[in-house]
């Protein structure tokens, strides 16, 4: 059930869980606040890091190649590429990822 301002545009809205999907709800907050789902949640952290970095350094989310031998011989290559990639980065100590910086930030450097 939600709620939402008279002219259904503006002000805040307000959803109401029925009793057991609230129960439920509550049962997975508490449970992100321990210990193993912190060491589970930084796991798959770095996994989608790597898949990130696959996909936007690599461009492997197309092939450019038909038939899958050689899009699988992509995907080897693309692998190897990261790997070359991180190494190169750990024997030069450059850190793999940056923090991004808006378009206003780095307008308000310049200045």
């Known amino acids: 059930m939600t709620f939402k301002a008279a002219n259904g545009q503006w002000g805040h809205s307000l959803t109401l869980l029925p ?4 129960d ?8 992100q606040l321990t210990d193993e789902w912190q ?6 952290a770095g996994m989608e890091g790597t898949i990130s970095q696959a996909a936007w350094r690599t461009r492997i989310r197309r092939t450019r ?3 899958l031998p050689k899009t699988h011989l992509g995907h ?10 991180r ?7 450059t850190p793999l ?13 310049a200045a």
Request: proline letters at 0%; charged letters at 25%.
């Open 97 to 109: 990822g940056e923090t991004r910086t808006s378009h206003l930030a780095r307008l308000e450097l």
């Open 65 to 67: 190649y038909t038939g």
């Open 19 to 22: 009793q057991d999907q609230q």
């Open 87 to 93: 190494l190169d980065a750990w024997i030069t100590g």
């Open 39 to 44: 060491r589970r949640c930084t796991t798959r």
């Open 24 to 31: 439920a709800l509550e049962v997975r907050c508490r449970e």
């Open 76 to 85: 080897i290559l693309a692998a190897t590429a990261i790997d070359i990639i």
